[in-house]
């Protein structure tokens, strides 16, 4: 279903019903308004812009309707978001797809995390939206060659963990949920007032209950 977030900005979301969605709505919006407008401006113009693009570029016909009217940017809260797979399977509560402009959070994450937490992660993901917006990709792991190395020792990890491997609480973890050492997003959205550091502390505490939703939901 989609819902509204900030109608005025484009924002709005799509979810599984899995979620307190006036939950989510109100905590995104609280953020949004926290940014400063220069770099609302700059997101939302990248977005239309964007949009106008992938439109351009698809042949005339139906789908151009379907994708004139649908929202963007994509944001979605999801069970288990589909793309999530293909980053080696690792737990992320958020991620951003700069290319399509695409913010999606993991459901069992937006649920029990407690609302400063969830709404950290909101603002990491619009982090890495903005740098895109403003061309900036130093952030992204496809050109990151460290982080690249990270994920497939995650892969790894993985993998043992589904064989049966008996692995330390603190592998468990980082299976699951990467410590990505993404200083540019850090560095940015500790300017809005948001503080990164918050969401590994929520995550090494509550390890057990991620490790155990991520194994589920990767079914």
């Known amino acids: 279903m989609i819902r509204p977030i900030v109608k005025s900005s484009g924002l709005y979301f799509r979810d599984d019903g899995n979620i307190d969605a006036a939950r989510f709505a109100r905590l995104f919006k609280e953020v949004w308004k926290a940014i400063p407008m220069r770099d609302r401006k700059v997101m939302v113009k990248h977005w239309r812009s964007q949009k106008a693009a992938f439109v351009a570029l698809i042949q005339p016909g139906e789908s151009v309707a379907q994708l004139q009217k649908m929202p963007w940017p994509r944001i979605e809260v999801l069970s288990w978001p589909p793309d999530f797979q293909e980053c080696y399977g690792i737990c992320f509560p958020g991620r951003a797809f700069g290319s399509v402009s695409r913010l999606a959070f993991w459901a069992f994450a937006v649920e029990k995390m407690p609302d400063q937490i969830i709404k950290t992660v909101i603002a990491h993901e619009l982090g890495h939206a ?5 061309d900036d990709y130093s952030h992204s792991e496809d050109i990151r060659p460290q982080q690249n190395e990270e994920a497939e020792i995650r892969a790894d990890l993985l993998t043992r963990l589904k064989a049966g491997e008996e692995l330390t609480p603190t592998e468990k973890l980082l299976a699951f949920w990467p410590d990505d050492g993404e200083t540019e997003v850090y560095e940015l959205i ?9 969401i590994d502390e929520w995550a090494y505490a509550n390890r057990d209950a991620i490790i155990a939703a991520a194994m589920r939901d990767l079914q």
């Open 130 to 134: 903005y740098l895109f917006a403003i």
């Open 190 to 198: 500790s300017d809005w007032g948001f503080y990164d550091e918050e």
